[in-house]
């Protein structure tokens, strides 16, 4: 037992030390892991983590770590029975979605601002306000309101999955920086939410031109969350997983990532031969999940950590999602038609 403590301090303080992590951090934090992964292993469980997590979350007990979309997909490909998703609620619905024979179960019910700002009766009101508008929904938003929305999207498909909407107006729910930067670049009208994420909308241009005089050849990455305003200053805008290609493929030394503080402490993991400058933002919704909250999933969850979706309800959003990847294939082929390629939000 004391050796399987001893390997399980040295594994944490291997993947956690790049972030100052020191040894007796990593041996405060090994019991609850070494139980965690036991547990998982003798559920068949498998454990995806959000890149805005802790790293005690994403390199102690993850099995992937990534963006929210892909992980849920990439869930589809696991023969796990039971996900445990460390992450908003919104995402563990959206693995149930894609899931629905397996068990999802979250370690808290965390909200996101995003998400919060909207229900599914108040997308029904909208569309009777703009009946002639095709309604396009972030993934950021509960199973409630994608069951409402004509489409799903995602911040790597979005410009594709509107231009391939039938109509020439949308009602792009919740975000409303997301759709302002949709509008810049899209040839559709574009009517928006009053949602914003909390993060990304207190980010300031200011900091952006402070931090390229600061660093010359720094290059400066922005989730579209962000204000067109700072938008339009950075290198690249994309999300979370837009982000680490970029750095993965990019030949520069030096980033900025203007973005939640878990991908910060994720590419200075993995990165280690990059130099990660600047301010990040800390998310309150993705900072609750605890490691106990992910063991108290697999050991004795409560009612409310297990996902469960009314059936009319998943089926409806389902179709949203289902009908998401149509649309950005189709999206695709305009846009190529154009001779526009894929539009980056940059543009
Ligand atoms: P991703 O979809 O890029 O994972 O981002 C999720 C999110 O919450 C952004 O604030
Ligand atoms: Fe929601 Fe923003 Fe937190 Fe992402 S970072 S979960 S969009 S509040």
């Known amino acids: 037992m004391q050796a399987?403590?001893?390997?399980?301090?040295?594994?944490?303080?291997?993947?956690?030390?790049?972030?100052?992590?020191?040894?007796?951090?990593?041996?405060?934090?090994?019991?609850?892991?070494?139980?965690?992964?036991?547990?998982?292993?003798?559920?068949?469980?498998?454990?995806?983590?959000?890149?805005?997590?802790?790293?005690?979350?994403m390199y102690g007990v993850g099995d992937y770590v990534g963006d929210s979309y892909g992980l849920s997909v990439q869930a589809t490909e696991h023969p796990a029975q039971k996900i445990i998703f460390c992450s908003v609620y919104f995402m563990g619905e959206t693995a149930k979605l894609l899931n629905p024979g397996k068990q999802v179960l979250v370690p808290r019910v965390a909200g996101c601002s995003l998400a919060d700002s909207i229900s599914g009766a108040q997308v029904r009101a909208l569309r009777r306000e703009h009946?002639?508008?095709?309604?396009?929904?972030?993934?950021?938003?509960?199973?409630?309101?994608k069951a409402e929305s004509d489409a799903c999207c995602t911040s790597a498909n979005a410009v594709e999955v509107v231009e391939a909407m039938p109509q020439d107006e949308i009602l792009f729910i919740p975000d409303r920086l997301m759709g302002l930067n949709l509008d810049k670049i899209s040839s559709k009208t574009i009517r928006t939410w009053d949602g914003t994420c909390i993060v990304h909308e207190g980010f300031n241009v200011d900091s952006v031109h402070d931090i390229r005089r600061r660093f010359p050849g720094v290059k400066i990455l922005a989730h579209p969350e962000c204000t067109p305003g700072l938008v339009a200053e950075v290198d690249y805008a994309g999300g979370t997983s837009g982000m680490l290609n970029y750095v993965r493929n990019?030949?520069?030394?030096?980033?900025?990532?203007?973005?939640?503080?878990?991908?910060?402490?994720?590419?200075?993991?993995?990165?280690?031969?990059?130099e990660i400058v600047?301010?990040?933002?800390?998310?309150?919704y993705m900072k609750e999940i605890q490691l106990d909250d992910v063991l108290k999933a697999l050991k004795d969850p409560a009612p409310e950590q297990f996902i469960e979706i009314p059936a009319d309800i998943a089926h409806r959003a389902r179709a949203s999602l289902d009908r998401m990847f149509e649309l950005e294939r189709e999206g695709r082929a305009i846009l190529a038609e154009r001779g526009t390629g894929a539009l980056p939000w940059t543009a």
């Open 278 to 284: 600047g301010t990040c933002i800390l998310c309150p």
């Open 4 to 57: 399987s403590l001893d390997n399980e301090v040295q594994r944490l303080y291997h993947k956690l030390h790049p972030l100052g992590w020191s040894r007796d951090d990593c041996e405060l934090i090994a019991p609850t892991t070494l139980e965690i992964n036991t547990l998982k292993h003798q559920q068949n469980a498998v454990i995806l983590a959000h890149s805005y997590q802790t790293p005690d979350i």
């Open 250 to 274: 990019s030949e520069a030394h030096t980033f900025m990532l203007v973005t939640e503080c878990g991908l910060t402490d994720r590419f200075k993991a993995e990165f280690r031969d990059k």
């Open 131 to 145: 009946p002639q508008a095709g309604v396009v929904c972030y993934v950021n938003t509960y199973a409630e309101v």
